[in-house]
């Protein structure tokens, strides 16, 4: 008799955008498809830059791998450290426009829908773990206001009646971006990969969130 | 026959905290008390820098003074501009003490209620009128996890089913506080007040916010 | 028998650039025109942002005031606090074109000279004045490679065989620029003046400077 | 007849300090050790971050080497980019003490000689060519007041009179090291590895220096 396949783990990152031509989200994603992490099998998907699209398409993952838990990543240009993000907001409100030419302002992500909602990884410990490994990372208590926090919410709206756990990592440029911005932090694909990995084995193995504040002050 | 009094909005600043020996945003609202702005008298406040006692100090100005409009006003040392605050989450999670020695982790600010409320001022139509009058001024969309946010969630909570609006304002340090934290920002109290009474006017004048993009890509 | 005329001082400011339509710089030293500090007549001057230019002019107020003393200060948009120079260097190399079109490219602002001149005001006691005063300050270690650097060289060159001390300050942005810069920080005019009095006040009155440390590890 | 040996290159980092375990420049330079660029071999030596004795052991192996062009690679936490060094002053200010304990204050790092040396090495060229290899990287216009300007001057002034050309790069924290440093930028070390053999392969075979703006407006 078989063994049953291990269950799923949903990883995203995002297509290049806002001019530049690649983005590290995918590229520190994309080596991580297939691994086997905590008992669970991580598939990988590519989401495009777009308001609405994003989202059709991640939901259709998750309708189809049914997966345990989901991380989406997502690219932060201009922050050191990957940002382990809280809360999730109901609003579009775009800056520049999306891959598609779309740039909502001040609408909601999902209309009749709660005003935010808060990760249910476990974020701390996460945290903790990451600086343990000396990885730069942080808590962000904002995810923004265009595509990145777009998705986020629709995930915790996706997951909202599912027995699965969802969050949102933000990463810096990648050096080689960050060289054609002057002054921008930057952060190695590698060693991103590397901190997704046990982001995924800590929230894979903690029920019960570490105790640790990491908040601010503003 | 004397004319009715008009009406109430209530302007709040804070005590000095994390060892400053003033706050800015009192030294700011205490200057506007008993104006009459947009037909509306101003009633100013100073609450402590303390979870749970800062909103018992605000919920019994707001049943006292049954305000059409409340705007409380916080420091954020750091911060270059005035911020208008998008949203107020539920969660306190304090990195320093505050004023009382508390120094909670991941508690809700109010048990049971919505993760996240949205200000309904209209923040759009502030943020131009101070661009136009060439105050420093931006959107945050992160009030940060602090008394701060604490105060702006419970006055959210405790409007929800009154016919009053309210918001929060971040404010720089002073150019004296900044003297003692090199490489800060700092925004002159006489600024600040202007900021404060054309925000006012704006909000006590705009019934439709504004259409423009102020949002973040993180 | 009429008293002599007080010893001179001249001090100067520039002309707005690089978009800007104003130059705090000129805005807070023309206030200060015709003032007695510390037995001194201030006169001030408004030099063009143009290489070459800005110290003809400056050269023909040396010659003509004979001033005991020269401070110039100019616009450094994105610093927070007033920056008194230490050094000033032997190089022009504009990243934008001053107000002429000229964009010299790693030229020595006087050829066959010294690589660098150290400022003879004594910064660190002008420095300790100011932030007991609660004005924010600092001691900068570069002025740059633009049109102030090449003033400040051209000044400290100018100076070398007179008796008459001389030295340059940078100021941030007014908050009337700022609000313009999104998240640039600034400093009001009327705090900005009442640095400047301080530091001349100090520069006339101190023989030997303060040892205090303010350097920076890079 | 055996081949005559190449012309030596003398690369040097820095022993850890201000409370570090590990430089990211002796990491990076180390493994450098031994190499053969552009037909010179790399010699590499550590520096204690302390005055004096760093330019005694700096000295010391210049006699000994005799090299052809000396590259000294020091720690600048808080920066984004390695930084080309242009100038090196002649003063030595310490905020925090060396590792030997010592911190003077405004003292010469050379006596009776020239306020500043100008780097010898094509900065411009060595900037374009990491630009183009996507490697972050700057030309900075001070290099401090501590221990990295005072081997950077001491540098420059020990091969005044010697055929042999010399600068300095400032690199950023390490990812490890910005683990514990929240919001500071890194740089993986095997990148500014390829950023420095990269720079002294275009240090190596340039003869005159690029003609590209790399200023600063303060």
Same mark, same amino acid.
């Given at each position: 008799?078989?063994?049953?396949?291990?269950?799923?783990?949903?990883?995203?990152?995002?297509?290049? &955008?806002?001019? @530049? /031509?690649?983005?590290?989200?995918?590229?520190?994603?994309?080596?991580? @498809?297939?691994?086997?992490?905590?008992?669970?099998r991580v598939h990988t998907r590519c989401l495009p830059v777009a308001f609405g699209a994003a989202l059709d398409d991640l939901r259709t993952a998750i309708r189809t791998l049914r997966p345990a838990l989901v991380l989406c990543v997502g690219e932060a240009?201009?922050?050191?450290?990957?940002?382990? @993000?809280?809360?999730?907001?109901?609003?579009?409100?775009?800056?520049?426009?999306?891959?598609?030419?779309?740039?909502?302002?001040?609408?909601?992500?999902?209309?009749?829908?709660?005003?935010?909602? &808060?990760?249910?990884?476990?974020?701390?410990?996460?945290?903790?773990?990451?600086?343990?490994?000396?990885?730069?990372?942080?808590?962000?208590?904002?995810?923004? /206001?265009?595509?990145?926090?777009?998705? &986020?919410?629709?995930?915790?709206?996706?997951?909202?009646?599912?027995?699965?756990?969802?969050?949102?990592?933000?990463?810096?440029?990648?050096?080689?971006?960050?060289?054609?911005?002057?002054?921008?932090?930057?952060?190695?694909?590698?060693?991103?990969?590397?901190?997704?990995?046990?982001?995924?084995?800590?929230?894979?193995?903690?029920?019960?969130?570490?105790?640790?504040?990491?908040?601010?002050?503003?």
């Open positions: 008799m078989p063994s049953p396949a291990p269950p799923n783990v949903l990883l995203t990152g995002f297509a290049p &955008f806002g001019g @530049e /031509t690649v983005n590290p989200s995918w590229q520190a994603v994309s080596a991580i @498809e297939g691994e086997l992490i905590a008992g669970h240009g201009g922050r050191a450290a990957m940002s382990l @993000e809280r809360v999730a907001i109901n609003v579009d409100d775009a800056r520049i426009p999306d891959n598609a030419g779309a740039r909502p302002v001040d609408q909601p992500v999902v209309a009749h829908s709660p005003a935010a909602y &808060f990760t249910d990884l476990p974020i701390k410990a996460m945290l903790a773990a990451l600086q343990a490994a000396r990885i730069p990372a942080e808590v962000s208590q904002t995810a923004g /206001t265009f595509v990145c926090n777009h998705v &986020f919410y629709g995930l915790m709206h996706a997951l909202r009646r599912r027995a699965a756990r969802g969050g949102f990592i933000h990463i810096p440029y990648s050096p080689e971006q960050a060289a054609r911005h002057p002054g921008a932090p930057s952060l190695d694909v590698a060693t991103v990969q590397a901190g997704l990995r046990l982001a995924l084995q800590v929230a894979l193995t903690t029920s019960t969130d570490a105790r640790l504040s990491a908040g601010a002050e503003h």
